[in-house]
């Protein structure tokens, strides 16, 4: 059976990359190029694909549009969770090439063309490679190669896979890549049976960011010895009236550890109605998104 597999087009980005080695069987996926993060994962949430990839956190730091996607279709699968999980992670060694059209020279470029998340990711070294730059933002790294192509200035340059510039006849502006690690995973529409799980992961949804939510948080999970966690954070624009910051957890712990931590998170919730806002189905305020292997 043919499975479709998302990921942030177009073809040649990082993500198409990874999407490959990421796919649960790449020898039977369709490779679907989606334009932006957020419809990956409604594309997963709607059943449009079978599987979707996103980044999830770079050198930078989280990748707001992963997190606030992840919420949205939780929270529009209604009070009972849905039906979208994470099912794998990776951390990924991503090599950024600085390249330009044929010709062209550190000393030309005056814009760089790229997703947000590169520019930031490669900030030191842009700026010292290319003081006074100006950063012009595309949905992604792929498509920030296809722009310079197509516009012909040589005062432009974009930060790609070395595939995405030869693809796009680009050529480097340095002798090597500048290296950082990319946070990827794997999203589904259902939990998989039968697989070694490495850790879990569970959304916490705010009603009100008040000091001491990130310590009780902490204080909640930390009786059952689950202390190699990490948090993820994303606050959520102010029109949104659904919830202020959304927490990801990342726990080093299986399928019932992370059931406990749901349990003990919900109890918390309810003896802290105060600090967590309006009191509403504890089943919305904290997700339970599926335990995973770490892919190498």
């Known amino acids: 059976m043919v499975i479709k597999v998302g990921f942030l087009g ?10 490959r080695d990421m796919a649960r069987h790449p020898e039977s996926s369709q490779w679907v190029e989606i334009g932006t993060i957020p419809e990956v994962i409604e594309n997963v949430a709607t059943g449009l694909v079978g599987e979707g990839i996103v980044p999830l956190r770079t050198a930078y730091g989280d990748v707001p549009e992963t997190l606030d996607a992840l919420h949205r279709a939780v929270v529009g699968m209604g009070s009972q969770g849905g039906s979208i999980f994470i099912t794998g992670y ?10 330009g059209l044929p010709g062209a020279t550190l000393a030309d470029i005056a814009e760089v063309v790229t997703k947000q998340e590169a520019v930031q990711a490669c900030a030191s070294e842009i700026s010292r490679l290319v003081p006074g730059y100006a950063p012009v ?5 792929a498509l920030g190669a296809r722009m310079v192509a197509t516009s ?5 340059a974009t930060l790609c ?16 890549p500048i290296i950082r690690v990319t946070s990827f995973i794997r999203v589904g529409p259902r939990r998989y049976a ?39 954070k994303n606050r959520l624009d102010v029109g949104d009236k659904m919830a202020q910051v959304v927490f990801l957890l990342r726990i080093k712990a299986g399928v019932r550890e992370a059931e406990l931590v749901v349990e003990f998170l919900r109890a918390m919730f309810r ?26």
């Open 194 to 232: 039968g697989a070694q799980y490495d850790e879990s992961a569970v959304m916490v949804r705010v009603l009100q960011d008040r000091p001491g939510i990130l310590k009780s948080i902490g204080e909640a999970v930390d009786p059952l010895n689950l202390v190699d966690f990490s948090v993820l």
């Open 137 to 141: 933002y595309q949905a992604s790294t």
């Open 161 to 176: 896979s070395l595939e995405a510039l030869h693809e796009n006849g680009l050529v480097p502006l340095l002798s090597s």
């Open 10 to 19: 177009p073809m040649g980005s990082y993500s198409e990359k990874v999407a």
């Open 271 to 296: 003896v802290k109605e105060e600090l967590f806002g309006v009191p509403e189905d504890l089943r919305s305020l904290v997700t339970n998104l599926g335990s995973y292997p770490v892919l190498l």
């Open 90 to 99: 990776s951390d990924r060694t991503i090599k950024f090439w600085l390249g």
């Open 152 to 156: 012909g200035h040589r005062t432009r």
